[in-house]
């Protein structure tokens, strides 16, 4: 039996948590006995995260309570209420995963302006949105965690993915930005960013499962052991790959 998490109690908020990176990022919280809230876009796959994480049973502690909101975190209205409602659910919030994002990989000239903007809008002016919502929260906690994360394509950009790139490369400059910024309030700032996940992200078949991806497991073990790290202590940008890629 080992110890019980120094996370048990901590409250947390993971966005995109109904599936892939997301679910099992909030899984590995409440497995450690953090409270937490999803957030996602699509109603029924809440329902199905909200009913598999609250199966989820511990020998070593109590697991966290979960709860379930859709949020459309292009929105900003959208983003402060969820960060809100966890505040209001579990007294405060101790950890922000900025997960959510879509993606679509087309080359430039066939990209819509809708495309785009989707992108965009999502994958960095979301994790702007909430960031800026749940700083005063953690600040009254007299501390907590921001991960956001970001992915390999942020600094090796590909043909076909010019728009998830970018908004890649947008994260991981915010990120390093906010780190400075907020570091003497006692929240650190951290970005992950994951090569190939075999998840069902994206449209097309580019992060379909495949035996030598990462599994959506591995980068929330980064997760875990980043929100572990002793407070002296900021790594604050993690990069995650295959270990034997596709030759």
Not at 83 to 109: C, P, R, W, Y
Not at 146 to 173: M, R, T
């Amino acid at each position: 039996m080992r110890n019980v998490s120094r996370l048990a109690g901590k409250v947390a908020v993971v966005t995109g948590g109904s599936r892939g990176i997301g679910l099992a990022t909030a899984e590995a919280l409440v497995s450690h006995g953090v409270h937490v809230l999803v957030c996602g876009r699509s109603e029924s796959a809440l329902v199905d995260a909200k009913n598999h994480l609250n199966r989820l049973t511990n020998d070593a502690g109590p697991v966290g309570r979960v709860e379930v909101t859709r949020a459309e975190l292009r929105d900003a209205g959208q983003a402060e209420r969820a960060v809100t409602l966890a505040v209001e659910q579990f007294g405060g919030l101790d950890i922000l995963i900025n997960n959510a994002g879509v993606g679509h990989f087309k080359e430039v000239a066939d990209l819509s302006v809708e495309d785009w903007q989707e992108v965009i809008e999502t994958n960095l002016s979301g994790i702007f949105y909430c960031c800026r919502a749940a700083i005063p929260a953690l600040r009254r906690r007299g501390g907590g965690w921001i991960i956001n994360i970001s992915s390999l394509a942020g600094s090796h950009p590909f043909a076909g993915g010019a728009v998830y790139c970018a908004s890649k490369a947008g994260v991981n400059a915010f990120s390093e930005a906010l780190m400075q910024e907020l570091r003497h309030d006692d929240i650190r700032v951290s970005c992950v960013a994951p090569g190939s996940v075999g998840t069902a992200f994206g449209d097309g078949h580019r992060h379909a499962k495949a035996p030598w991806k990462l599994a959506a497991t591995d980068v929330a073990q980064v997760v875990v052991d980043l929100l572990e790290h002793e407070r002296r202590s900021l790594p604050s940008r993690v990069e995650i790959r295959p270990s034997r890629p596709r030759k």
